[in-house]
């Protein structure tokens, strides 16, 4: 099976410990050759990721003069800092984070965000008979301390009428949440549904369910692209390119997840089972508008200001314009 090469020194930087690289976006690709691009994702590959192998595979990147080398991440936060660093020309990370990074003074912007409709979640086996946040009073629910859901899960619980001294909540780090659902250690677990649920299923062969932050008033924007501000005012074109050529996979992919899957398979490195990305892509594609994807209202952008300034101690907000840059993913 062709694997996309995964440097084990690449991973050790992105997670942080070395000295800030140089960019990697430095030197220009020579006349009739594309040109050498890296992507970050926010994690290692799960079924979310998908379209940006099925644009490998198609050649979407390659007809936007772009050479695409993808890497797994260690968390929206950490993709973040490589691309603040430089050591990653894009990042694929979730929009909190991102705002709280931007105003500790890290120099990206988002170019869109694809998950117009955010994946937090509550999620919980079926048999728990959890269909309302109301529901969750009694319970007890894993969080992992410093993300968002975790900050924004008391506010849920107020918006639907819930005590949060009614909800005991456990913290967990984020590679321990799915193991303390599967084994019964908490009720509940804070996550992103069409990640976490189909690889808990596959586990455990019980049904998983799931409330959305966004359907219960918490709609805060999910993942998205990240750029450093060098390369949006060094290579404005370089980044239209890159947008232009995941809008086109996104859009594409939707119409053939199994094809989707298929390329991840084949391109990816440690990716779940097949019908485990299947499922997330399938789980993952509600949250985008397949039509025009990457494209984002500025209504959007300051609900998630606003919700974040009240409940997730965001300092010196600002407007949208801080954060985000919506000239690059336009509609087709």
């Not at 780090?173 to 303390?180: F, H, L, N, R, W």
């Not at 300051?302 to 965001?314: F, G, K, R, V």
């Amino acid at each position: 099976m062709t694997r996309l090469p995964v440097l084990a020194a690449a991973f050790a930087l992105l997670l942080g410990a070395a000295a800030c690289a140089p960019g990697t976006n430095d030197q220009p690709a020579a006349p009739g050759e594309n040109k050498k691009v890296t992507l970050t994702l926010n994690w290692v590959p799960y079924g979310e990721h998908a379209p940006f192998y099925y644009g490998l595979d198609k050649g979407f990147y390659q007809a936007e003069g772009i050479d695409l080398a993808i890497k797994p991440g260690g968390g929206s936060g950490k993709t973040i800092q490589a691309v603040a660093q430089q050591q990653t020309d894009f990042g694929w990370a979730d929009t909190p984070p991102l705002l709280k990074a931007i105003t500790t003074g890290m120099k990206v912007k988002s170019v869109g965000v694809f998950l117009q409709k955010g994946p937090s979640s509550v999620e919980f086996l079926a048999d728990k008979n959890i269909t309302k946040i109301s529901d969750l009073k009694g319970k007890t629910v894993g969080g992992t301390p410093g993300d968002a859901m975790y900050a924004t899960f008391p506010a849920l619980l107020k918006a639907n009428g819930v005590d949060p001294a009614e909800v005991k909540v456990v913290n967990v780090d984020a590679a321990g949440k799915i193991a303390a659902l599967a084994e019964g250690k908490v009720d509940a677990i804070q996550g992103f549904f069409h990640d976490q649920a189909p690889t808990i299923e596959a586990k455990t062969g019980k049904k998983v369910n799931h409330l959305l932050f966004a359907d219960f008033g918490l709609n805060l924007l999910g993942t998205g692209l990240v750029v450093h501000d060098d390369t949006l005012a060094k290579d404005p074109e370089l980044v239209k390119a890159f947008v232009r050529a995941t809008q086109k996979s996104w859009a594409e992919a939707a119409k053939d997840i199994p094809a989707a899957a298929a390329a991840m398979e084949k391109l990816a490195e440690n990716e779940p089972a097949k019908d485990v990305l299947i499922k997330q892509l399938t789980l993952c594609l509600p949250l985008v508008d397949t039509a025009s994807p990457g494209v984002n209202a500025e209504a959007k952008w300051t609900e998630t200001i606003n919700l974040m300034t009240t409940h997730a101690e965001l300092k010196d907000a600002g407007a949208p314009s801080k954060y985000w840059s919506g000239t690059f993913a336009t509609k087709g």
